[in-house]
């Protein structure tokens, strides 16, 4: 079954290997191909994860025009992934970047244990922040190159508190503790509480 996501004005689908090698063709910068690359071989060495490596195209539904793509770089791991977009410089401002960015964490939330949907920026790309921040990430972090890195998870709220929750979408089962010193989660984790005091909070999902 064909894998597709479709927002108000756009439709987002995997590229095929020959749509990747089609894209490293036409794209002028060394090293967006190498990256894209990276991509068509991950696919083809991890084919039961493809669709966590393969770049989805953005084509506007009504002209079916391509005006850009986004993706994951590579499968979950540690409960996160990491997005990464891009539009043709003719479409950029028209808020399709922040459309696909929406319907694809939204969509990546729904995968199995997936909890924290992750991006990385360039300092100087204000635009690309905006992006981040209208889907719902916030800062969490800068790394090792100055590069702003962001997340998202779906919030739990309490009064006075602003807490990013781990393990919630874990199916079949309920809320797990969250202790104040973050314990267990990870130094990678911890800057994900904002707030004065973590919370406990139990709840069994739906199933």
């Excluded at 939330?109 to 990385?120: G, N």
């Excluded at 590069?147 to 809320?175: K, N």
Aim: with cysteine; aromatic share 10%.
């Amino acid at each position: 079954m064909k894998t597709e996501i479709k927002t108000k004005r756009l439709t987002l689908c995997p590229m095929s290997d020959a749509e990747i090698e089609a894209l490293i063709e036409r794209t002028p910068s060394d090293e967006l191909r190498a990256a894209y690359g990276e991509m068509l071989s991950g696919g083809k060495s991890d084919p039961e994860n493809r669709v966590w490596y393969a770049p989805w195209s953005m084509v506007l539904k009504d002209a079916q025009e391509y005006v850009g793509d986004l993706g994951f770089k590579g499968p979950v791991k540690k409960h996160a992934v990491e997005i990464g977009y891009g539009v043709l410089p003719e479409y950029e401002g028209q808020g399709y970047t922040t459309e696909a960015v929406q319907a694809m964490t939204q969509w990546a939330f729904q995968q199995k244990d997936v909890v924290f949907v992750e991006a990385e920026t360039d300092p100087e790309n204000k635009a690309s922040q905006r992006v981040l921040e209208k889907c719902g990430f916030v800062p969490d972090r800068t790394t090792g190159g100055g590069r702003p890195a962001f997340c998202a998870g779906e919030p739990a709220f309490q009064p006075g508190i602003h807490l990013y929750a781990v393990w919630y979408r874990h199916r079949y089962a309920r809320w797990t503790d969250v202790r104040p010193d973050g314990l267990g989660l990870g130094a990678r984790h911890q800057s994900r509480f904002v707030g004065r005091r973590a919370a406990r909070q139990c709840r069994k999902e739906k199933t």
